[in-house]
């Protein structure tokens, strides 16, 4: 099993559609969690960091589930802008959080 | 926030030839970075943590003599790619954390490097 395994898409949605994405991680001994969003041939930016069992931050929720070992984004109301990769990061455990395990992204395509 | 700033942003070189990319920060200092070679449709692979001071730490197949890292200072690390190869050609992202800010668990990542190896 891959340490941090998504699923690549790509999800080709409407505008205003809710999509969801699914992250599952290997190590039961990870803590914190992190949602990043890479544009096209730009570095990756974080979009949320989910620490106990979810964060909320406007159209966007994550959430977490520590028996299954899988973190979940929900993207409300999708904006053509929203169109990205996003990547499920998970801090190597014991590491200070320092070290990044990076899922190979799922690619997300709104569309008018 | 903190700033982590790259250079060059794209390079094209002849095979043979060795090339540097710089990683700072530019408004804190960091131990500690990480150098990520990124392949087309695949997502972000560490190659080594850069220590400042000290010896790098390499990833597993990642060849210590083929990319020297350099961390020379608290706000500098470069990557040497030598003798370059076109299957080198990627996009290199240096990433670091500033410890003193509120947001210490996050690594800000530099806008990468695109290597082009002809």
């Known amino acids: 099993r891959k340490e941090v395994e998504q699923d690549p898409g790509p999800f080709n949605v409407p505008e205003g559609a809710t999509v969801a994405f699914n992250c599952t991680y290997s190590?039961?001994?990870?803590?914190?969690f992190f949602w990043y969003r890479q544009d096209c041939r730009k570095e990756p930016k974080l979009l949320m960091s989910?620490?106990?069992s979810g964060n909320e931050d406007g159209r966007f929720t994550a959430q977490l589930n520590r028996a299954s070992q899988y973190i979940s984004l929900l993207i409300r109301d999708s904006k053509l802008s929203d169109s990205a990769t996003y990547l499920c990061v998970v801090p190597r455990p014991n590491n200070a959080g320092n070290m990044l395990t990076f899922g190979g992204g799922t690619r997300l395509m709104v569309k008018p | 926030g903190a700033v982590v700033s790259q250079h060059p942003s794209w390079v094209i070189c002849k095979s043979g030839t060795s090339v540097k990319i710089e990683c700072r920060s530019l408004?804190?200092?960091?131990?500690?970075m990480f150098w990520y070679r990124q392949f087309p449709k695949q997502s972000l692979m560490l190659m080594a943590t850069s220590n400042e001071g000290s010896k790098a730490t390499y990833e597993q197949g990642v060849e210590k003599d083929k990319f020297l890292i350099n961390h020379a200072s608290l706000t500098l690390s470069t990557l040497t790619v030598t003798s370059a190869h076109p299957e080198d050609s990627s996009f290199y992202i240096c990433s670091a954390r500033d410890l003193f800010s509120s947001g210490a668990n996050v690594l800000t990542f530099g806008a990468g490097s695109r290597l082009t190896v002809l």
């Open positions: 190590n039961s001994a990870s803590q914190s």
């Open positions: 408004d804190f200092q960091a131990t500690t």
């Open positions: 989910v620490y106990s």
